[in-house]
């Protein structure tokens, strides 16, 4: 099964709050894990991404917890800002698959951070 | 560097016509990928494309779809006889290599309209 859960659909969030988006994986040959933001009208912009050999990634405000026995991975936006408003997506990747380069992507989450 | 361009940004198309979306990637880029991204939902792969080479066409629906990068100009996604469940944003992926754990920049994406 190539499919990745991400939850919440949407999530409001105070400025300085922290968001917490989370996503769950089936197939254990995934061994990249990549977020990528979206703002209204353009494409996907990858943010931060981890390989499963660690457990933690932290890239400014951003962070990705990774927990392979669960097969599960999140991301934390600390102190979020208006701007960083957007829709998240988690994805995965098989590095180890041969020809095929295919992200596939959860299904997004809508970000709104109050002002 | 201009970032990946796809052509046009909107398109609307009635039952039965054809539409062909374009893909400029980024410069030294050689690999091309396309998505799909229906209402409320993430994006799924459709083809991973080389210059004069299909290499995944996994995602691709069967019938109608068909996708090329020609050796010189732009890649184009071809969609005959649209019909209304076709309507969609189609976003195109390009990267330098195609190593595997290359970063794939997506373009801002066509919105397709089928009336």
């Known amino acids: 099964q190539q499919q990745v859960k991400q939850s919440p659909q949407s999530l409001i969030v105070q400025k300085g709050g922290i968001s917490i988006i989370n996503c769950a994986y089936e197939?254990?040959?995934?061994?990249?894990f990549p977020w990528y933001q979206q703002f209204p009208g353009k494409g996907p912009a990858l943010l931060i991404a981890i390989r499963p050999d660690v457990s933690e990634k932290k890239e400014g405000r951003f962070t990705i917890s990774f927990n392979k026995s669960a097969k599960q991975f999140s991301l934390h936006i600390m102190d979020s800002q208006p701007g960083d408003s957007a829709t998240y997506f988690c994805a995965a990747f098989k590095i180890s698959s041969g020809s095929a380069r295919q992200l596939t992507f959860g299904s997004g989450t809508q970000l709104t951070v109050l002002p | 560097n201009a970032g990946v361009m796809q052509n046009p940004r909107h398109l609307v198309r009635r039952r039965g016509q054809e539409a062909r979306l374009r893909c400029s990637p980024m410069?030294?880029?050689?690999?091309v990928y396309w998505y799909r991204q229906l209402p409320e939902e993430g994006l799924k792969f459709m083809v991973y494309?080389?210059?004069?080479?299909?290499?995944?066409e996994s995602g691709m629906p069967k019938e109608r779809f068909s996708a090329e990068f020609p050796k010189e100009g732009p890649s184009i996604l071809r969609i005959q006889q649209v019909v209304r469940g076709d309507s969609a944003a189609y976003f195109c992926?390009?990267?330098?290599?195609?190593?595997?754990?290359?970063?794939?920049?997506f373009g801002p994406g066509t919105r397709l309209t089928v009336l």
């Open positions: 197939n254990t040959a995934f061994d990249y």
């Open positions: 410069k030294g880029h050689s690999h």
């Open positions: 494309l080389q210059k004069e080479n299909i290499i995944d």
């Open positions: 992926a390009s990267s330098p290599l195609g190593r595997r754990w290359d970063t794939q920049y």
